[in-house]
């Protein structure tokens, strides 16, 4: 969707004399009817008629103030202009067109409020409260500005930089900048792990494509067993009965959301923890309730879009008790990153336009890392974000040359990250399965998934060990009759009063009586 965005706060101005130029600007020197605000940001006209705010037109306008100047712009015909993200989106994700501007959050004063309580700390507007209230995902001070002013570089609470001292493994893990492989192990006794993830729904439109091209049995690992990945499953279209097979057959299952909903800021900026446990947590309940995977198999999770959570999706895993988070795109870097855990601050910058990545502490939570692949000029953290005008024989070439970056220097775990759709292009998907091929020819390279890498760092295992390296054995999982996928399972015509309309849902199980959503995850009546 991201791509059909037009973004407000990248309209290119040129100045010639008094005029300003500008691809949707529609009129200029308004300040005798509009008023001017000098914050260099767009806003609405505070003075539009109330009965008019919602309508299309309305809502489509916005306007800027320049050295006293207001000019007035028009997003394109279907976008409707979001205040708070600075830009025009389509109708379904805009629900401000009620705000004038968005509200500026005052910075607190911290220290420099001189509070009597040496335990205390200062809102922006003086008023003393406990140092734990700052950045901890909740309004306490009466101006906001407890929470408005929260980063890494800004939390009075932040976690602290690496300490090797203390940080040990199997628990925790860290190092200075993020590269150096466990227990300090040597490079050619390290395996060189390649994780594979598939984001989004299982269902008819990818089920042959992950069990008849990708996953096929002549396919091993080094041990004789054979490559797994883990699938990032979000709730809409997911035949669960296909998610309960993929588990049967030794894939992870993870969580991905049950809404996958928009704008992807929400996501950084306004879910609360109550809508991150909600969206993830409800959705482990419904993988759990429909498709039969155990709850203590459901470690990981990636939000949707990449757009981290900050504090709150973190509070929310230790709530719950997640194992990992896989959403943090790294900046490029050579070597590559190692996951790490959050017991200390992240080893890299938060990469990414607005981007809201944790700061506080978060002890023996796992940071599966996306470290970004070299496309020619670029990089690119998803598979299918690389430039789209590669070939084939270029994309096979990206996939052996990244390789070799994390195989060449310190094995730090080669993630290939998907969406099942990118594989509709067949030179693609023959580059891809090329490049699996090719890897079946390397003693020392296993596909893992994300919690089977996991599983390595904290007990590192030399490659002449990992015959007897318990978590990445195949021995038939013992499944208790109700967890075995079935043949032919239910297919449930659904309401859904959430979505105004019917959905199917898929499931070795008996059928709910609503379509499973938001606080209602086994879809009761």
Same mark, same amino acid.
């Given at each position: 969707?991201?791509?059909?965005?037009?973004?407000?706060?990248?309209?290119?101005?040129?100045?010639?004399?008094?005029?300003?130029?500008?691809?949707?600007?529609?009129?200029?020197?308004?300040?005798?009817?509009?008023?001017?605000?000098?914050?260099?940001?767009?806003?609405?006209?505070?003075?539009?008629?109330?009965?008019?705010?919602?309508?299309?037109?309305?809502?489509?306008?916005?306007?800027?103030?320049?050295?006293?100047?207001?000019?007035?712009?028009?997003?394109?015909?279907?976008?409707?202009?979001?205040?708070?993200?600075?830009?025009?989106?389509?109708?379904?994700?805009?629900?401000?067109?009620?705000?004038?501007?968005?509200?500026?959050?005052?910075?607190?004063?911290? @220290?420099?409020?001189? +509070? #009597?309580?040496?335990?205390?700390?200062?809102?922006? $507007? /003086? !008023?003393?409260? *406990?140092?734990?209230?700052?950045?901890?995902?909740?309004?306490?001070?009466?101006?906001?500005?407890?929470?408005?002013?929260?980063?890494?570089?800004?939390?009075?609470?932040?976690?602290?930089?690496? @300490?090797?001292?203390? +940080? #040990?493994?199997?628990?925790?893990?860290?190092?200075? $900048? /993020? !590269?150096?492989? *466990?227990?300090?192990?040597?490079?050619?006794?390290?395996?060189?792990?390649?994780?594979?993830?598939?984001?989004?729904?299982?269902?008819?439109?990818?089920?042959?494509?992950?069990?008849?091209?990708?996953?096929?049995?002549?396919?091993?690992?080094?041990?004789?067993?054979?490559?797994?990945?883990?699938?990032?499953?979000?709730?809409?279209?997911?035949?669960?009965?296909?998610?309960?097979?993929?588990?049967?057959?030794?894939?992870?299952?993870?969580?991905?959301?049950?809404?996958?909903?928009?704008?992807?800021?929400?996501?950084?900026?306004?879910?609360?923890?109550?809508?991150?446990?909600?969206?993830?947590?409800?959705?482990?309940?419904?993988?759990?309730?429909?498709?039969?995977?155990?709850?203590?198999?459901?470690?990981?999770?990636?939000?949707?879009?990449?757009?981290?959570?900050?504090?709150?999706?973190?509070?929310?895993?230790?709530?719950?008790?997640?194992?990992?988070?896989?959403?943090?795109?790294?900046?490029?870097?050579?070597?590559?990153?190692?996951?790490?855990?959050?017991?200390?601050?992240?080893?890299?910058?938060?990469?990414?336009?607005?981007?809201?990545?944790?700061?506080?502490?978060?002890?023996?939570?796992?940071?599966?890392?996306?470290?970004?692949?070299?496309?020619?000029?670029?990089?690119?953290?998803?598979?299918?974000?690389?430039?789209?005008?590669?070939?084939?024989?270029?994309?096979?070439?990206?996939?052996?040359?990244?390789?070799?970056?994390?195989?060449?220097?310190?094995?730090?775990?080669?993630?290939?990250?998907?969406?099942?759709?990118?594989?509709?292009?067949?030179?693609?998907?023959?580059?891809?399965?090329?490049?699996?091929?090719?890897?079946?020819?390397?003693?020392?390279?296993?596909?893992?998934?994300?919690?089977?890498?996991?599983?390595?760092?904290?007990?590192?295992?030399?490659?002449?060990?990992?015959?007897?390296?318990?978590?990445?054995?195949?021995?038939?999982?013992?499944?208790?009759?109700?967890?075995?996928?079935?043949?032919?399972?239910?297919?449930?015509?659904?309401?859904?009063?959430?979505?105004?309309?019917?959905?199917?849902?898929?499931?070795?199980?008996?059928?709910?009586?609503?379509?499973?959503?938001?606080?209602?995850?086994?879809?009761?009546?």
């Amino acid at each position: 969707m991201g791509l059909f965005l037009l973004f407000a706060a990248a309209v290119l101005f040129t100045f010639t004399g008094n005029e300003v130029h500008g691809g949707n600007l529609v009129k200029r020197s308004l300040k005798n009817t509009v008023p001017c605000f000098e914050d260099g940001r767009f806003y609405r006209n505070p003075e539009r008629p109330i009965h008019k705010m919602w309508t299309n037109t309305e809502c489509a306008k916005y306007y800027l103030c320049l050295d006293g100047e207001v000019f007035e712009f028009k997003c394109s015909v279907g976008l409707l202009f979001d205040v708070t993200r600075q830009i025009c989106d389509f109708k379904q994700n805009v629900d401000n067109c009620d705000i004038t501007a968005e509200a500026r959050v005052p910075k607190p004063l911290l @220290d420099a409020a001189q +509070c #009597e309580e040496r335990s205390q700390l200062g809102c922006g $507007d /003086g !008023t003393c409260l *406990p140092n734990e209230y700052f950045c901890d995902g909740s309004v306490d001070c009466a101006d906001g500005s407890d929470e408005g002013w929260c980063d890494v570089e800004n939390d009075p609470n932040a976690a602290d930089p690496c @300490d090797l001292s203390v +940080c #040990e493994l199997p628990d925790c893990f860290c190092s200075k $900048d /993020g !590269t150096i492989i *466990p227990s300090r192990l040597e490079r050619t006794q390290t395996p060189q792990m390649i994780v594979l993830t598939f984001d989004d729904a299982i269902n008819f439109e990818n089920w042959e494509l992950y069990t008849q091209k990708i996953f096929t049995p002549g396919r091993k690992n080094p041990n004789g067993c054979p490559i797994r990945a883990t699938f990032f499953i979000s709730h809409q279209y997911t035949n669960y009965a296909h998610v309960q097979k993929m588990w049967n057959d030794g894939h992870e299952i993870a969580i991905h959301s049950i809404t996958h909903r928009g704008p992807e800021e929400w996501w950084s900026r306004n879910a609360t923890i109550e809508d991150w446990f909600d969206e993830m947590v409800g959705q482990a309940n419904i993988i759990n309730r429909f498709s039969n995977v155990r709850m203590e198999e459901l470690r990981g999770m990636r939000v949707p879009f990449l757009r981290v959570g900050w504090n709150r999706q973190f509070l929310m895993m230790k709530e719950f008790g997640f194992v990992y988070d896989s959403s943090m795109v790294a900046p490029h870097s050579n070597p590559p990153l190692w996951p790490y855990t959050l017991d200390y601050k992240m080893p890299h910058a938060c990469n990414g336009n607005n981007q809201f990545c944790p700061s506080r502490s978060y002890p023996g939570i796992w940071e599966m890392v996306m470290n970004q692949l070299e496309a020619g000029d670029y990089t690119c953290g998803m598979v299918d974000t690389c430039p789209p005008h590669m070939n084939g024989d270029d994309v096979y070439k990206m996939f052996v040359h990244n390789f070799k970056r994390h195989y060449h220097t310190n094995r730090a775990p080669y993630g290939l990250y998907f969406h099942s759709t990118w594989f509709r292009k067949q030179e693609y998907l023959d580059a891809f399965l090329r490049f699996l091929d090719d890897m079946q020819k390397h003693p020392d390279v296993y596909f893992v998934t994300n919690y089977q890498a996991v599983e390595w760092i904290r007990q590192p295992t030399p490659l002449n060990q990992l015959g007897h390296f318990e978590p990445w054995q195949c021995a038939p999982k013992q499944l208790d009759p109700n967890e075995v996928a079935c043949n032919l399972p239910r297919t449930c015509k659904l309401h859904s009063r959430v979505l105004q309309q019917d959905r199917y849902l898929f499931t070795c199980n008996e059928c709910p009586a609503q379509y499973p959503w938001i606080r209602n995850e086994f879809g009761l009546d």
